[in-house]
C-alpha cells in the first residue's frame, strides 16, 4: 500500500497495515518469506528466536505480540501471577490509560503498549493524569524509542513526575509496571502524530509562537507559502530559500488558549488553499491540515544572586520557560531597579525582590515556591536557610 503492506510478508518486515490482523487473518503466506515468530497461534510455546510462554517476562525475550495474542497463557510454577494482560497496538493517535481507570489498577500488573504512525512522522506523548504508588522502583512507566523494550530508552515516568516524551522514528513502546503492594488509579496519556524535524517545527514562549515548515516538505505536498493560513487568515508568512515561517505573538492569529492540570495550552490550525495552475483549474485536491499546540511548563525558574557586604548594587537576571524575570529595587516603592550585578548589601538591611511575567495575562498567576538564602554562593543544600518554602 505504499507506506505499509497487507502481504503476510510485512510480518516479517514489521510494515503492516494498522489494520492488517483484523482484515487478514487468513492471508496466503508469501513462499519466499517467513515471517517472523508471532504468537497469534501459538500461546504458551518456544518460537526459537522468541517466546510464546509466559516465562518470556521473566527472561524478556517475548514475541513481539505476546501481550496482544496470549492474555491467558498458563503461569509456570515459579512465575509471579500477574493480573490479566493489558496493552496492545495503537495507530494514528488517542488515548489510553491503566487498567480499571479511573478506579485502581492491579497489584502485579504489566502492560505493553505499541504505538505507530505514519513512517514520515513521529510520536508525541503526553501522559495528562498520574497517580501511582510513591515509590519509583514500585511502579512506573517505561518508554521507548522503538517498536520493542530493545529499543532506545526514553525515561521512566512515577509518580509526580508527569512527563512528555517524542520518538526520533514512527514507532514506540510504553510498558506499565506495578509491584504487589500498594494501589492507585493510574494513567491517562495521549498521543499524536507529529512531523519529523526535517519538515516542520513549533516554539513557543510567554510572548510568541513560531511555526517552521521546510519547504521541500510544502512541495512534496503540492502547496507553497502563499497557499497557508491559520485560524486568522490575516497572518501571513515569511519565506526564505528554505523555509516557510509564521511568527506572531502568542494571543493573536486565532490561537486559542486553554488549561489542564495547571498548565496553559496555545492551539492553532494551518490549512491550505487548493494548489491551481494559472490559467485558474484546480489541480491539487488533497485536504491539508496541521494541528499546532504550544504546551506551555506550569514551572518556571528565574535566579538572581546578592551577597551581603556594603552598598554597590546589582543583579543577575535568567528567565524560564514562562520569560519570567526577577529584579532587585533599592526601596518598597519598586521604583529604582538594582542594575549592577552582584548586588552587595549590608546585614540587616532591607532587601525588595519583584518577580514578573513579561506578558500580561489575567488568567496567569505568578506562584512563589521557594526563596532560599546561604552563606556559600555555590551550596544552598547543606546551609540553606528558607525565606519561603513550598509556597
Not at 53 to 76: K, Q
Not at 282 to 302: G, K, P, V
Request: include cysteine; aromatic fraction near 14%; proline fraction near 5%.
Amino acid at each position: 500500500m505504499g507506506s505499509c503492506s497487507c502481504s503476510s510478508s510485512c510480518q516479517y518486515y514489521g510494515n503492516c497495515c494498522h489494520d492488517f490482523h483484523w482484515y487478514c487473518s487468513t492471508t496466503t503466506e508469501d513462499p519466499w518469506v517467513t515471517p517472523a515468530p508471532s504468537c497469534r497461534y501459538n500461546c504458551g510455546s518456544h518460537m526459537g528466536s522468541c517466546s510464546c510462554s509466559s516465562s518470556c517476562e521473566y527472561y524478556g525475550n517475548c514475541c513481539r505480540d505476546y501481550h496482544w495474542y496470549c492474555p491467558s497463557t498458563t503461569d509456570i510454577p515459579w512465575w509471579p501471577t500477574t493480573a490479566p494482560t493489558c496493552g496492545g497496538y495503537l495507530y494514528g493517535g488517542g488515548t489510553f490509560t491503566s487498567p480499571n481507570h479511573p478506579h485502581h489498577y492491579d497489584d502485579n500488573s504489566r502492560c505493553e503498549w505499541h504505538l505507530r504512525v505514519p513512517r514520515d512522522s513521529r510520536i508525541f506523548l503526553r501522559f495528562t493524569f498520574l497517580e501511582l504508588e510513591n515509590c519509583c522502583s514500585c511502579d512506573y512507566i517505561s518508554v521507548y524509542n522503538g517498536n520493542s523494550i530493545g529499543h532506545p530508552y526514553l525515561g521512566r515516568v512515577c509518580n509526580g513526575s508527569v512527563r512528555t516524551f517524542q520518538s526520533t522514528s514512527h514507532e514506540m513502546t510504553v510498558v506499565f509496571r506495578t509491584d504487589s503492594s500498594v494501589v492507585a488509579r493510574g494513567f491517562t496519556a495521549e498521543y499524536h502524530s507529529i512531523l519529523s524535524p526535517n519538515s516542520g517545527s513549533v516554539d513557543c514562549s510567554s510572548s510568541t509562537m513560531t511555526i517552521v515548515l521546510q519547504k521541500n516538505y510544502l512541495q512534496s505536498l503540492g502547496y507553497e507559502a502563499h497557499n497557508l493560513f491559520l485560524n486568522d487568515r490575516s497572518c501571513r508568512p515569511r519565506e526564505n530559500p528554505w523555509d516557510v515561517v509564521f511568527s506572531f505573538p502568542i494571543h493573536t492569529c486565532g490561537n486559542i488558549q486553554t488549561f489542564q492540570n495547571s498548565s496553559a495550552i496555545y492551539s492553532n490550525t494551518l490549512r491550505a488553499f487548493p494548489s491551481s495552475s494559472g490559467d485558474g483549474v484546480i489541480t491539487h485536491h488533497d485536504f491539508f491540515r496541521l494541528n499546532i499546540t504550544c504546551l506551555m511548563a506550569q514551572e518556571s525558574e528565574s535566579h538572581i544572586m546578592y551577597i551581603v557586604n556594603h552598598n554597590q548594587n546589582s543583579s543577575i537576571i535568567g528567565t524560564g520557560m514562562f520569560n519570567t524575570s526577577m529584579d532587585f529595587y533599592t526601596s518598597s516603592s519598586f521604583y529604582y531597579k538594582v542594575t549592577e550585578s552582584p548586588y552587595e548589601v549590608n546585614l540587616n538591611q532591607y532587601m525588595y525582590v519583584q518577580i514578573n511575567l513579561d506578558y500580561y495575562d489575567s488568567k496567569l498567576v505568578v506562584y512563589i515556591d521557594t526563596c532560599v538564602a546561604s552563606p556559600s554562593p555555590t551550596d544552598f543544600e547543606n546551609r540553606a536557610h528558607y525565606l519561603v518554602r513550598n509556597g
